[in-house]
């Protein structure tokens, strides 16, 4: 059995994944708040950024979070294919449950499908992202932990599409994106919790590629988009902003 250090790094993977996953949610937040404001093409818009943004800050948490993953005699590549296919899962998935939401006039059904299909997606990434591992020996996992990681991505899911309807203020999109950050770090480590490895030294190369190689550029670039549209989103108008400074003007005119 290979021992199993899931910060190598100390507290810097950790931290630094637990930071992306709350810039994700809060944008998220943000997003889905502006688009229950507006109708039409321009809510679907906030929704698809709102979607695009929750699922590459929990897909960007898990993978800074599994550059401080090590076992002890072997190596960790990564398969290139599925783990950008997580990427897609997290974002596809989590648009399904924002989209149940936002259009689901606020019912609590709308809630509670859109809470369970965003948690099925997050844990879906996760071990599809954890699939996507090649190292020298075999994978196992307890079915118990398995479960209960896939429990605390469904309430945490839930609670951040429950949060993204009835929070509007910054403070409280601000409070709502730190609870859903230690929410998905939560699930994350849960589920890492329920890992076994049993190594079988070997001299022959790994397929995939390692992490410098592959998942660290992806999630610099990643983080990047995430702080960019998060620069934009706050300093374009809301909606309440935009008819004030156009009821100014039409005064002005007269």
């Known amino acids: 059995m290979g021992h199993l250090d899931h910060a190598a790094y100390?507290?810097?993977?950790?931290?630094?994944?637990?930071v992306m996953a709350s810039i994700g949610a809060a944008l998220?937040?943000?997003?889905?708040?502006?688009?229950?404001?507006?109708?039409?093409?321009?809510?679907?818009?906030?929704?698809?950024?709102?979607?695009s943004a929750i699922?590459?800050?929990?897909?960007?948490?898990?993978f800074v979070a599994m550059l401080g993953f090590r076992v002890?005699?072997?190596?960790?590549?990564?398969?290139?294919?599925?783990t950008l296919l997580s990427l897609a899962v997290a974002v596809v998935v989590v648009g399904c449950g924002v989209f149940a939401v936002g259009h689901g006039k606020q019912s609590r059904r709308s809630l509670l499908v859109g809470g369970l299909t965003t948690g099925l997606g997050v844990a879906g990434m996760h071990y599809l992202g954890m699939a996507a591992l090649r190292l020298h020996g075999t994978i196992s996992y307890d079915p118990f932990t398995v479960a209960l990681s896939v429990a605390v991505a469904v309430a945490a899911a839930t609670a951040a599409l429950?949060?993204?309807?009835?929070?509007?203020?910054p403070a409280a999109?601000?409070?709502?994106?730190?609870?859903?950050?230690?929410?998905?770090?939560?699930?994350?480590?849960?589920g890492m919790l329920a890992v076994d490895v049993r190594v079988t030294p070997s001299e022959q190369a790994l397929p995939g590629a390692t992490?410098?190689?592959?998942?660290?550029?992806?999630?610099?670039?990643?983080g990047s988009y995430l702080f960019l549209t998060s620069a934009f989103v706050a300093l374009s108008p809301t909606a309440g902003e935009r008819a004030a400074s156009g009821a100014v003007s039409a005064a002005t005119a007269h």
């Not at 699922?55 to 898990?62: L, N, Q, R, V």
């Not at 429950?162 to 509007?168: G, I, K, P, R, V």
């Open 28 to 51: 998220g937040l943000r997003c889905t708040v502006r688009a229950l404001a507006t109708t039409g093409s321009s809510r679907r818009n906030w929704l698809l950024t709102a979607a």
């Open 55 to 62: 699922g590459t800050g929990i897909w960007t948490m898990h």
């Open 173 to 190: 999109v601000a409070v709502a994106s730190l609870v859903m950050g230690a929410a998905v770090s939560s699930m994350h480590y849960t």
């Open 72 to 82: 002890t005699g072997t190596g960790i590549h990564y398969d290139v294919p599925l």
């Open 211 to 222: 992490a410098m190689q592959f998942v660290f550029p992806l999630a610099v670039g990643l």
């Open 10 to 18: 100390g507290w810097l993977t950790p931290v630094l994944s637990y």
């Open 162 to 169: 429950w949060a993204a309807l009835h929070t509007e203020s």
